[in-house]
Nanobody, 125 residues
Framework: QVQLVESGGGLVQAGGSLRLSCAPL????????VAWFPQAPGKEREIVPA????????YYADSVKGRFTIPKDNVKNTMYLQMNSLKPEDTAVYYC??????????????????WGQGTQVTVSS
């Protein structure tokens, strides 16, 4: 059974930085594309950054371009979400997700099958 384990959320002031981590059990990130989905209260999850199984392709929503990156370490089998210049509107529960198919890369939410438990990120003004 596949599990995704997230860590690194917390409270930070606007303009600060946080790094989230996501490590899988029963899955190898070198074969599967992965993504982060923030979900704010009352809103749907939306794909924000995603990275292909190879690491050669990435996607960033306009709202986070230039501020967030999604590095992936295939040796450690861990992916990260590096968030800089955080804004109060970035406040959300952040979920990491993986596509169960191997060697494909899609940037739509429906493509992702495995989900972490979520980690809260709160940005104060």
């Amino acid at each position: 059974q596949v599990q995704l384990v997230e860590s690194g959320g917390g409270l930070v002031q606007a303009g600060g930085s946080l790094r989230l981590s996501c490590a899988p059990l029963g899955l190898t990130f070198s074969r599967n594309s992965v993504a982060w989905f923030p979900q704010a209260p009352g809103k749907e999850r939306e794909i924000v950054p995603a990275i292909s199984w190879s690491g050669d392709s990435t996607y960033y929503a306009d709202s986070v371009k230039g501020r967030f990156t999604i590095p992936k370490d295939n040796v450690k089998n861990t992916m990260y979400l590096q968030m800089n210049s955080l804004k109060p509107e970035d406040t959300a529960v952040y979920y990491c997700a993986a596509d169960q198919r191997t060697y494909v890369f899609f940037v739509v939410a429906d493509a992702y099958d495995y989900w972490g438990q979520g980690t809260q990120v709160t940005v104060s003004s």
